[in-house]
């Protein structure tokens, strides 16, 4: 199945609102992988897919993932809209039929990302926040720019942020969300601790 088939599948079985933003995180995520030098075709596949599952009333998310033996988590049981993720990459290798695991694995965990995520997994999480449809995250201009010059920032200060939104509002927060954050804070620390020490040398 090629891209254009794709479109008109999703276009039926998604809300026109969804359809939308879709298409915004599919050509945000193609333009950051042409900053980062990430593979543009996989990119574009990874951000029309990504929300394939996501108008699938919630109870029934739930039944598909306990049906086709999907992991489900505590917090995606009390939480199923979290599950569109992982029955996402389920639709997009059994429905639309792609097998790449690395398209496959970003479309996984880019509701709550993941620790050593890989740079398409980083690409999706970011177009999914950044698409020119979103206007409600704050400090969206920074984060924007910041998504063309450092991934692993850029990661950073949404994770920030979303933390802070998920706790301020007492929504359900996936443990794997919070580990995320704490690996990227733990990475991010490590490399402006290296480069404090070269500007030392140099001193």
Same mark, same amino acid.
Do not use: F
């Given at each position: 199945m090629n891209r254009l088939e794709m479109e008109k599948m999703l276009k039926k079985v998604l809300d026109k609102e969804r359809f939308t933003h879709t298409l915004g995180v599919m050509y945000t995520a193609a333009s950051l992988a042409m900053a980062h030098g990430v593979d543009m075709e996989k990119a574009l596949y990874a951000g029309l897919l990504h929300d394939c599952a996501k108008c699938i009333p919630n109870d029934r998310k739930l039944e598909l993932c306990i049906k086709n033996n999907i992991e489900v988590s505590r917090a995606e049981q009390k939480s199923p809209f979290l599950l569109h993720a992982k029955l996402g990459a389920y639709f997009a290798k059994e429905k639309y039929g792609v097998d790449d695991p690395e398209i496959l694995h970003a479309i996984r965990v880019h509701t709550t990302g993941a620790p050593n995520m890989s740079t398409m997994d980083k690409l999706l999480y970011i177009a999914d926040y950044i698409e020119p449809n979103r206007d409600k995250a704050p400090n969206l201009p920074r984060v924007r720019a910041l998504a063309f010059r450092d991934l692993d920032e850029t990661?950073?200060? @949404?994770?920030?942020? *979303?933390?802070?939104?998920?706790?301020?509002?007492?929504?359900? @927060?996936?443990?794997? *969300?919070?580990?995320?954050?704490e690996y990227f804070k733990k990475c991010i620390g490590h490399e402006r601790e290296e480069d404090e020490e070269d500007e030392l040398k140099w001193l």
């Open positions: 990661m950073l200060v @949404i994770l920030e942020d *979303t933390l802070a939104y998920l706790k301020e509002s007492q929504e359900e @927060i996936d443990p794997l *969300t919070e580990k995320t954050y």
